[in-house]
T-cell receptor, first 115, second 114 residues
């Protein structure tokens, strides 16, 4: 079975602070895919990034960056200079053949950015 | 515009009543999915379909039914057998069901029991 753990249920920061959202996963697959989604108050899940298990390069997209470390089974997400519009619930997810290629979601981290 | 639409946005169910949630996509995706989200929780898979006229149960299929008669449509029926249906329901689609493609989500339907 595969599992995704987001230990931080809620984080509160002040605007312009940097914040890191943690994601730890468990899988027996050698080939797997990791995802991050953002869920704003409207409810729709917005895709942010997909990373396959063979690509450990960190990725940066504007104020967002992701740190993938297979050695610690982690795929952390950092927002630099946070803004109020970043307030949302963020989900980490994992797919792999071990679970029929279905997505397994973590419990989510609620990020509140205060002005 | 390509995307996934879900209707209605809010749905009220009386006890003993079956209700159907609509999900349509115009992304030409083969695979479609239904998830349930309870307050403060992650998403759990109800049903998925990798191809027309075929679907499989997810982790919490009891009390739900689906059909996939057209590629674009994957309606979910919440039956009276589902004793605690109050939740947020999200539909998603991906180009195939192999797991490596990204799933894209609709805006969701909030179901409330009267």
């Amino acid at each position: 079975a595969q599992k995704v753990t987001q230990a931080q249920t809620e984080i509160s920061v002040v605007e312009k602070e940097d914040v890191t959202l943690d994601c730890v996963y468990e899988t027996r697959d050698t080939t797997y895919y990791l995802f991050w989604y953002k869920q704003p108050p409207s409810g729709e899940l917005v895709f942010l990034i997909r990373r396959n298990s063979f690509d450990e390069q960190n990725e940066i997209s504007g104020r967002y960056s992701w740190n993938f470390q297979k050695s610690t089974s982690s795929f952390n997400f950092t927002i630099t200079a946070s803004q109020v519009v970043d307030s949302a619930v963020y989900f980490c997810a994992l797919s792999g053949s071990n679970a029929g290629n279905m997505l397994t979601f973590g419990g989510g981290t609620r990020l509140m950015v205060k002005p | 515009d390509g995307g996934i639409t879900q209707s209605p946005k809010y749905l009220f169910r009386k006890e003993g009543q079956n209700v159907t949630l609509s999900c349509e996509q115009n992304l030409n995706h083969d695979a479609m999915y239904w998830y349930r989200q309870d307050p403060g929780q992650g998403l759990r898979l109800i049903y998925y379909s990798q191809i027309v006229n075929d679907f499989q149960k997810g982790d919490i299929a009891e009390g739900y039914s689906v059909s996939r008669e057209k590629k674009e449509s994957f309606p979910l029926t919440v039956t009276s057998a589902q004793k605690n249906p109050t939740a947020f329901y999200l539909c998603a689609s991906s180009s195939t069901g192999t797991g490596k493609e990204t799933q894209y989500f609709g805006p969701g339907t909030r179901l409330l029991v009267l």
